[in-house]
């Protein structure tokens, strides 16, 4: 667990999973509980695994279901809810790839809060509301479903913003807001400009934490995200037809700085990205192309 929770180098994780199987083999067989949270505890550290393809999902998502109907009988409700989150997690992320179901993962996540309410398990309550609102927004719907699924996100960022504060919970406090402003700037909503606003003070408040002398990448990934947002706001609300000439200069800005620092920390598809944006919207200047569509960072 020593090399999972704080791996120093790329070989640790693997490790890890070799220690696993050597504490699986020195279990006694009739210690069901403890060769389920051994088990469990290894799962983790196979979805955790950088580069990990399928075939390890599938490992961990095939031990988190045989542990959880174990530890729903003979362990405690924080040991199931934890094995329900992750296995959300598993199979949330194979789902791309068509080997699970997105509301798979949300009922398992759902299933998780009945123990990690907001008022006993803040910081849970915060992932796993994080985590359902991205599995609504992954979900393939379109009309008015696909507004019911945005609607769900943003009340799930919401409902987490309940439970952290600036002061006491800052990291997950950052988090929230930038993805709450990324999914109220990208919903299909007729109330596009009071998205647009609350979602730029969405993103405010989260550079209150992330700032570039101490999380480079988190803050250049919400000033990229807030200048998508600019780049389609009018200057005066109340005058849209005066262009936004302003605000499409700031947006430059901030995407110039959150180039320079994805380059300055080596996440080049990023930079590469940012630095299609920035040719958008020169192209767009010169009359050349046609409005931008922006992407979350």
């Known amino acids: 667990m020593s090399l999972q929770v704080r791996p120093k180098t790329p070989d640790h994780l693997p490790a890890a999973i070799r220690l696993y199987e050597e504490a699986l083999l ?3 067989t009739d210690d069901l509980l403890l060769r389920t949270r051994v088990t469990a505890r290894q799962a983790t550290a196979l979805q955790a695994l950088p580069g990990g393809g399928v075939e390890e999902l599938e490992r961990a998502r095939k031990s988190f279901e045989e ?4 530890l729903g009988q003979l362990g405690s409700p924080e040991e199931l809810a934890e094995a329900e989150m992750n296995l959300g997690l598993v199979l949330q992320c194979l789902a791309p790839a068509g080997r699970a179901r997105i509301a798979d993962a949300v009922a398992a996540y759902q299933r998780a809060l009945r123990v990690f309410d907001a008022k006993r398990y803040p910081l849970e309550f915060v992932l796993l509301q994080n985590n359902l609102a991205t599995a609504f927004l992954s979900m393939p719907f379109d009309g008015e479903r696909g507004k019911l699924r945005e609607a769900l996100a943003v009340q799930c960022f919401e409902e987490g913003l309940k439970a952290v504060t600036l002061v006491d919970h800052p990291v997950e406090y950052a988090m929230l807001q930038n993805n709450l402003g990324n999914a109220l700037q990208y919903a299909a909503s007729r109330h596009f400009v009071e998205n647009s606003l609350r979602a730029l003070e969405a993103y405010d408040e989260a550079l209150k934490v992330r700032t570039r002398r101490t ?9 990229a995200n807030k200048a998508n947002c600019l780049r389609n706001m009018p200057d005066d609300l109340g005058r849209p037809e005066a262009g936004n000439a302003a605000n499409l200069a700031w947006a430059r800005s901030l995407y110039d700085e959150a180039h320079q620092v994805f380059v300055e920390l080596g996440e080049m598809e990023k930079a590469h990205a940012v630095a299609e944006a920035i040719a958008e919207m020169d192209a ?8 931008p569509s922006g992407a979350p960072v």
């Not at 542990?67 to 174990?70: C, D, L, S």
């Not at 999380?215 to 000033?223: G, L, V």
């Not at 767009?284 to 409005?291: F, I, K, Y």
């Open 26 to 28: 020195a279990c006694p």
């Open 67 to 70: 542990a959880i109907p174990v």
């Open 215 to 223: 999380m480079p990448a988190e803050y250049a990934n919400t000033i």
């Open 284 to 291: 767009e200047a010169n009359g050349l192309t046609a409005a």
